[in-house]
């Protein structure tokens, strides 16, 4: 089946620090990959759409300048928090979808993200 | 926009007893939906998927769900539950046309399986 690999699986890191996650495909082809987040014992919030070759389209009040996103090749996704605080804190959760049509999308085991 | 409610925040059953999962959700044309399981701090695992066709879903681990045009539902079902399945479910509606691949979540309901 899909699967999608997400790493680093846990970051702990100082105020300040930028911090880079990565998503892959690592079966299939995928033009398109989401970054949601999560808060605590709350649903999933979509980020941004991640689009091979192009820009990333982010949500309503999600700052592009605060999460870049690269989606340099059709199996691999980065999200870099820069300059994160505190308030950046949470479960980040990236998914990919086959480009084939009709096809769900299959999400990585996330990545805890705790900022000191 | 799409929407999707799940009303139930927290459901308890013993093992072995039937399983119902509600979701309501709101969508201008045919939806395409989903029921994702989360276990704690861990990724989403599809469970089913609804795009056509018959409305009588078949996933993984036995669960299946109905998609239900008239009551705007898609509502998950098992009919033996195992304790593995505590974890958490949300459903999930993806949008079409410009918006194609877009996922609007519930807010989730929490399984509790009793022994």
């Known amino acids: 089946g899909a699967v999608v690999s997400q790493h680093p699986s846990r970051v702990i890191c100082k105020s300040g620090t930028s911090v880079k996650i990565e998503c892959r495909s690592l079966?299939?082809?995928?033009?398109?990959m989401f970054w949601y987040r999560q808060f605590p014992k709350q649903s999933l919030m979509l980020m941004a759409t991640s689009n091979e070759g192009s820009k990333a389209t982010y949500e309503q009040g999600v700052e592009k300048d605060k999460f870049l996103i690269n989606h340099a090749s059709l199996t691999l996704s980065t999200l870099t928090v820069t300059s994160a605080h505190p308030e950046d804190s949470s479960f980040y959760i990236c998914?990919?979808?086959?480009?084939?049509?009709?096809?769900?999308?299959?999400f990585g085991d996330g990545t805890r993200l705790s900022i000191l | 926009a799409q929407s999707v409610t799940q009303p139930d925040i927290h459901i308890t059953v013993s093992e072995g007893a039937s399983l119902e999962l509600r979701c309501n959700y709101s969508y201008g044309a045919t939806p395409y939906l989903f029921w994702y399981v989360q276990s704690p701090g861990q990724g989403l695992q599809l469970l089913l998927k609804y795009f056509s066709g018959d409305t009588l879903v078949q996933g993984i681990k036995g669960f299946e769900a109905e998609f239900k045009r008239s009551q705007s539902s898609f509502n998950l079902r098992k009919p033996s539950v195992h304790w593995s399945d505590a974890a958490e479910y949300f459903c999930?509606?993806?949008?079409?046309?410009?918006?194609?691949?877009?996922?609007?979540f519930g807010q989730g309901t929490i399984l509790t399986v009793h022994p």
């Open positions: 998914s990919a979808r086959s480009d084939r049509s009709n096809q769900p999308q299959h």
């Open positions: 079966d299939f082809q995928a033009t398109t």
């Open positions: 999930a509606v993806g949008a079409g046309g410009t918006s194609y691949g877009k996922l609007t």
